[in-house]
């Protein structure tokens, strides 16, 4: 017997305890259902064997035992090759497995296979992806987000209950609010970055995407926690999220009573914000106000100085990051270069695209010497002051309410200049300059039936917060329930 291909994760697991499907019949059924939609979405850049996947949901034993999960392109698996999107590391196998996709492993999750991105994680709309891009399951002529569009598709068109992501400027929270699902951003150093292909260090952050609050929930615990491979893990206890969902569910009809939500109204007034955009947001505080949550305005007075910081200091990492793709250890490599100068200059203009080679250049031009305090020292320090400003409206409220994008999702190409791009990540970057967590949710349409998402921020290791909130917001919506109507 099958189930509907939209069921949770929670729901998954509750019709393979009742008997009523396998976890070979739903592996199968998502890797079918993959490979179907692949022509409309190209949401994967590679699939399990059916074989493969067959024996591996047979033998899966834990937690999430035979649960379809498809993994994001930038981290390292043994069973499928890793690519991060990009010609350099096309056919690449890893000899190790990321730790989030080792623990979700172990806990029984079944690889569905490895989703499209932005190439090396550096986008907002899965367009720079060697592969081409992926599409967004509400109308295949706009972007699902990026860059991790290629796991958003794939959960919201039904193929997986949840699927990994990478989160360096937004990039979980954007194709969640663009595919109408949910997608959990971890505090900085939560989740090991071990095996999850570098952009920008001290930004870069592994997390999920699925359709409820309640799903992440479930499948943060497995992926958090200490890892002694990774120098900027945090070594702090992992809540009971689950617990945290029950406590909401037993409090009655207002379960928000007593919290404190900050809605940062200057975002829903900045230039470019589309009015349905900013109704869904204004609607959200309203039903966190029923819900019995204290809701007001908060200020974030730096918030505009986190476009121009972001974009200095992430590049400046990846100019550092990528060095290492020289064509001599792995990766691509130029057949024409006759010294050693020519096999770099050759590997890497033949193996980065055009948007990896921008945000090279500019990281390189901004730590070359004589530019170095005029940009990244400064940009560091404008980080210093953002991270402030959060930390001083934590003071006054439990958590941040603020749209994620300023617009729905945009056609495919209609984006020509990379700022107007760059500038899509204006409500989101701020919590990756501060490290600290956030999460989209579904809550509404606009007038041409694209999903907006509502974006809730904490405090550090404030993510039980995050998800209690969430799932209350779930309890009393529907919004998150909405399928693509395009999909068979």
């Not at 929270?173 to 699902?181: D, H, S, V």
């Not at 320090?381 to 003071?395: C, G, H, P, S």
Request: negative net charge.
């Amino acid at each position: 017997m099958t189930i509907s291909p939209f069921a949770t994760v929670t729901e998954s697991l509750a019709a393979l305890a009742s008997g009523s499907t396998t976890a070979e019949a739903l592996a199968l059924a998502a890797r079918a259902r993959a490979e179907a939609l692949q022509p409309q979405l190209n949401a994967f850049i590679t699939l399990a064997e059916p074989d493969a996947l067959a024996k591996a949901a047979a033998t899966a034993t834990g937690p999430l035992a035979g649960i379809p999960i498809a993994h994001k392109d930038l981290f390292c698996t043994t069973e499928l090759p890793t690519t991060a999107a990009s010609r350099m590391l096309a056919g690449y196998r890893s000899p190790f497995d990321a730790t989030v996709v080792a623990r979700l492993k172990a806990a029984g999750a079944v690889t569905v296979g490895k989703t499209n991105l932005d190439e090396f994680a550096m986008g907002s709309a899965t367009s720079h992806s060697w592969f081409g891009p992926s599409r967004n399951p509400w109308a295949t002529d706009r972007t699902p987000g990026g860059s991790s569009g290629g796991s958003a598709a794939a959960v919201a068109a039904g193929i997986v209950p949840a699927a990994t992501g990478t989160d360096t400027g937004g990039s979980i929270r954007q194709p969640a609010a663009f595919c109408g699902i949910t997608g959990i951003k971890p505090t900085y150093g939560l989740v090991s970055r071990w095996g999850m292909i570098a952009y920008a260090s001290s930004f870069d952050q592994g997390g999920l995407l699925a359709r409820t609050a309640e799903d992440c929930a479930l499948l943060l615990p497995i992926i958090a926690g200490f890892d002694a491979h990774d120098s900027t893990s945090v070594s702090v206890p992992i809540p009971d999220y689950r617990a945290a969902l029950d406590e909401i569910e037993a409090a009655g009809t207002r379960p928000l009573t007593g919290w404190r939500i900050g809605l940062v109204s200057d975002f829903l007034s900045a230039e470019g914000v589309q009015p349905a955009v900013r109704d869904a947001i204004a609607t959200a505080a309203r039903t966190y106000a029923e819900l019995g949550a204290t809701v007001f305005d908060v200020a974030l007075p730096r918030a505009d100085l986190a476009i121009p910081a972001y974009y200095i200091l992430a590049p400046a990492e990846a100019s550092s990051n990528l060095a290492r793709y020289d064509g001599v250890r792995f990766g691509h490599r130029t057949e024409e270069a006759d010294t050693l100068f020519t096999l770099y200059t050759k590997t890497r203009a033949e193996g980065f695209g055009w948007e990896v080679k921008r945000r090279i250049l500019i990281g390189t031009y901004v730590l070359s010497h004589g530019y170095y305090d005029a940009y990244y020292r400064k940009a560091q320090q404008v980080r210093r002051l953002i991270a402030d400003d959060y930390a001083a409206a934590f003071t006054q409220c439990d958590l941040l309410l603020t749209p994620i994008t300023p617009t729905t999702a945009w056609r495919l190409g209609e984006k020509s200049d990379p700022v107007e791009e760059y500038l899509a990540d204006i409500f989101t970057i701020g919590a990756n300059l501060a490290g600290l967590p956030a999460l989209a949710h579904p809550c509404g349409f606009d007038e041409e039936g694209l999903p907006i998402g509502a974006q809730l921020i904490a405090p550090h290791f404030g993510e039980a917060k995050l998800l209690a909130a969430a799932h209350a917001f779930q309890r009393a919506t529907d919004w998150h329930r909405a399928t693509p109507t395009l999909l068979p």
